[in-house]
């Protein structure tokens, strides 16, 4: 099956510091991944859509100079949190959509999730 | 907007015992429905899916879920459980502007031996 990692699995990091967060897709390409936040009892909330090649899409309310999203090839994204505050501490989960040609056929709209990154901002 | 809640936070059950997850999602028309499975530790895995036909999806390791469009319900069923079920269950609709999922809060099933 597809999988995806993100690395690393857990961080922590002081306030003011930024953290970079790694998601890639190991045996397929993905023209799309998406980055979820969860918080604790809460369910996964997209932050923002990930693009091959140009500008992620972000949701209202997720500021786009603090949450730095770069998908510079077709098997890795990466989500940088720049000058880190504990009010970010949380999950972050990303996941990515096969394009729908290729080898192994993909079912359409299928997503894979990487294992998510516990971010803990002292 | 889309959106999908989950009636139960926590359901604790004993081996054996038959699991109904409560899933119903705001607003009708097409619809394409998930449910999730997160083990401790580990990443999200798809259970099963619909996006038409019988309502009634097979999914796998026993689960199935059947969709009532009447009642904008996507319940998720297994008639037995084993321990090794215990997870957390998240219920989700493709709806987002992006073609992203939009979740439900999650059920956390604990199955005691």
């Known amino acids: 099956g597809a999988v995806v990692s993100q690395h690393p699995s857990r961080v922590i990091c002081k306030s003011g510091t930024s953290v970079k967060i790694e998601c890639r897709s190991l045996d397929f390409q993905a023209t799309t991944m998406f980055w979820y936040r969860q918080f604790p009892k809460q369910s996964l909330m997209l932050m923002a859509t990930?693009?091959?090649?140009?500008?992620?899409?972000?949701e209202q309310g997720v500021e786009k100079d603090k949450f730095l999203i770069n998908h510079a090839s077709l098997t890795l994204s990466t989500l940088t949190v720049t000058s880190a505050h504990p009010e970010d501490s949380s999950f972050y989960i990303c996941?990515?959509?096969?394009?729908?040609?290729?080898?192994?056929?993909?079912?359409?709209?299928?997503?894979?999730f990487g294992p998510g990154t516990r971010l803990t901002v002292l | 907007a889309q959106s999908v809640s989950q009636h139960n936070h926590h359901v604790i059950l004993s081996e054996a015992a038959s699991l109904e997850l409560g899933c119903n999602y705001s607003?009708?028309?097409?619809?394409?429905l998930f449910w999730y499975v997160q083990y401790p530790g580990q990443h999200l895995q798809l259970l099963l899916k619909?996006?038409?036909?019988?309502?009634l999806v097979k999914g796998i390791k026993g689960f199935e879920a059947e969709f009532i469009k009447s009642k904008f319900s996507f319940n998720l069923r297994k008639p037995s459980v084993q321990w090794s079920d215990t997870a957390e269950y998240f219920c989700a609709v493709l709806g987002g502007s992006q073609g992203n999922l939009i979740f439900g809060k999650g059920t956390k099933l604990s199955v005691k031996p």
């Open positions: 990930s693009n091959e090649g140009s500008k992620a899409t972000y």
């Open positions: 996941s990515a959509q096969p394009e729908l040609a290729g080898d192994p056929p993909f079912s359409y709209n299928e997503q894979f």
């Open positions: 619909y996006f038409s036909g019988d309502p």
């Open positions: 607003y009708g028309g097409t619809v394409n």
